[in-house]
């Protein structure tokens, strides 16, 4: 089946300063797209970066992401963090009808 | 405004009882989704069902029934609650354009 990691757990970052949030992916299905969502405190996910395009940078809300599919890799970053970025962030692919795989989740604390 | 509603938004059930969530949808989405969040564990799909009618199972489905009586409605039930059935759960729903909505979410504590 398809999986999705993230390898940080936690990042904790500065405020002004960039943050990045590594996504690996492995499907075997045909993958129709990738997303980022983020989730805040007692909040559903909501999406903030969807992407089905191979090498296109997707932006939105000053995030970014670039999806390659050579790499399997969708990595999220922002240049210059802000308090209001702090929150609980997944990244997941959709396959045909099969709904969302989710990886465990990145949690963002941006510090003063 | 298209929306996806659960209820309740938080319970508190008996272990061995029988436990009901429910969610609408008013997207006209064929594609509906129940997940658990658990800390450590991300959301990880129980059932999934893309007709009324008819259900499938995710990649948690042990100790969950689903129903989808109509397009619009979809159920997650419990029939024997268990304190590992302790979670958020989420209902969603999607087009054919992979677009989710995402509902509220239902806070379940099982004592």
């Known amino acids: 089946g398809d999986s999705v990691t993230q390898t940080e757990g936690l990042v904790t970052v500065t405020e002004g300063l960039p943050v990045k949030l590594n996504c690996t992916y492995q499907t075997t299905y045909l993958t129709i797209a990738f997303f980022w969502y983020v989730q805040y405190l007692n909040e559903a996910p909501q999406v903030l970066l969807k992407s089905s395009t191979d090498n296109k940078r997707t932006e939105h809300q000053g995030f970014h992401a670039t999806l390659h599919k050579s790499s399997s890799s969708f990595h999220l970053q922002k240049s210059s963090a802000q308090l209001s970025d702090s929150a609980l962030y997944y990244c997941?692919?959709?396959?045909?009808?099969?709904?969302?795989?989710f990886g465990l989740g990145t949690r963002v604390s941006v510090f003063p | 405004e298209a929306a996806v509603t659960q209820s309740p938004r938080s319970k508190v059930a008996v272990t061995g009882g029988k436990v009901t969530l429910s969610c609408h949808q008013t997207n006209n989405h064929d594609y509906m989704y129940w997940y658990r969040q658990d800390t450590g564990h991300g959301l990880r799909l129980i059932h999934y069902s893309y007709v009324a009618d008819s259900t499938e199972k995710g990649d948690i489905p042990d100790g969950y029934k689903a129903s989808r009586p109509s397009q619009e409605n979809f159920s997650l039930i419990l029939e024997l609650a268990s304190l590992s059935q302790t979670a958020v759960y989420f209902c969603?729903?999607?087009?054919?354009?992979?677009?989710?909505?995402f509902g509220s979410g239902t806070r379940l504590l099982v004592i």
């Open positions: 969603a729903s999607s087009g054919a354009n992979s677009d989710y909505t």
């Open positions: 997941a692919l959709s396959n045909y009808a099969q709904g969302l795989t």
